[in-house]
């Protein structure tokens, strides 16, 4: 079988498929409806806005709080609530104790090149709100504080900053009522994006205290980009979460309503998705929390994600102090395998196949290997092809020599055609005879491609979900291998490619047009190319420009230069 006509059929297959899922797309956008409901039973009933309190899992919760309880807990938002800014060499964020209200990424510039506003996460702007919550109601409808209100700054600070050589700060916040004092502590480390959030709950009153902590993330529907060759067009954007039982689920925005989350779960976590970033709530390793899902209709659509406890119980004279972590950043494996957390690097969403996904994760372990010795991520690209290209050595040799032997068969191809003419059950007969006399196998160039589609597909997720390709430059030219080519050289350099091998590759058995729709094929590819990243492209240069060495060197191998 002819192994470019196989590949080339392969990639209108990928683009038609490409196509239809940006169709889908429209046809979802236009059929949605225009007011959307509680998705999940976490919430008991429709939540009246975004400033409602959940209720607690009945199994996490001393006392399972009814709904008079949680709204009790539900308070206003103060206009005036003290606000504390934070600066580190990774982060500057604003908190006012409930709420990290906007986090910026200080080493992430929106546009490549260019010094302007780093990438903002957290925003609070009415029409792209954004932000992690965390408060705590209690049980029994004592009063507590909310994400909402109730925390306050301990100390007179309002902004906060991390010192030259100091590896942390931390910024506190204090709430009291009735003899209870739960005292909130932020801590911010050098370098990393994971934020430690300590509660502390000190009873010294006279009657036990009785809550449960509750942690969510919320925001508007995020812009959404179009286009089959944009990767940020087919990055998941939408909700995830890890249990220990069903591990890594996800969902998307617009499939929040297709059936509840309602889910019992020891540690975990849970997380919003998007190209490049991330942001999550987890909870402590033995900590019991019911995660959920909710799209809230407060003046316009907002998604929530939620992990509601674990509960305290705290007597007379004591203390409870409950831990999290709250992940503000971009998906960089190497930081998120430092957290240690069951299943966190599956926030890389290279694959909703977990095979694939699987394999991607290696190719990318390989990629971050070569990235270490030669500090450019192009030059790593070119490294793992030729590594993978040595590691198909042996089936492409075999592929290549099929492909040698079916060269020279093409004169007696068609002295065939030529002899039986129309006749197509006779000519098929005599070609297999041939095949066999010859000791030719034409489905020998199959294996390859066969073992090469599923590597490309990972390939092509990974370098498009992976953020440290971000705005990262090759050489010359190629100032960010995330953009497209400015200069459309390496897509001509794909078309040169693909037409030279084409010359060297037999195409026995077709007829004309079927020819001349094969001589087109390279063309019609080089376009499609032309707009995808820089990364991608150099790849499939790459990849295409060693295939074409191999298989020249094939072909003096086996005597046969000639052109087809």
Known sequence: MNQTRVFLIFAWLMVATLLWVEWGKEQSAAQAPANVETSTAATSAAVPGTDAVPDAPAAAAPTAPSSDA???ATTTASPSAPVVTVTTDVLRLTLDGGSVRSAQLLRYPQEAGKAGAPVQLFDPTPTRFFAAQSGWASSNGAPAPTHVAGFVPEGSARDFALAPGAAAVSVPFVWQG????IRRTYTFKRGDYAIDVRDEVINQGNTRWQGYVYRQLMRNPPPQKSGYTDPEAFSFHGAAWYSPQDKYEKRKYDKF???PLDKQVTGGWIALLQHYFFTAWIPGANDTSKFSLATLNDGGTRYVVRAVGPAVDVAP???AQVDARLWVGPKLVSNI???NVPGLTRAVDFSSYSTMATLAGWLFWVLAKIHAVVGNWGWSIIGLVVLIRLLLYPIAAKQFQSMAKMRKLQPRMQQLKERYGDDRQKLQMATMELYKKEKVNPAAGCLPVFIQMPIFLAL??????SVELRHAPWIGWITNLSARDPYFILPVLNVLIMWTTQ???PMTGMDPAQQKMMQMMPLVMGVMFAFFPAGLV????TNGALGLLQQWSMLRRFGETAKA
């Open 460 to 465: 092509y997720w990974m370098l498009s979900e």
């Open 257 to 259: 309503g297709d059936e």
């Open 503 to 505: 010359k060297l590759t």
């Open 317 to 319: 004279g004591a203390k």
């Open 70 to 72: 949680a709204a009790t």
């Open 337 to 339: 395998e430092a957290q």
């Open 538 to 541: 150099l790849y499939w240069v």
């Open 178 to 181: 009735n003899g209870v004092t």
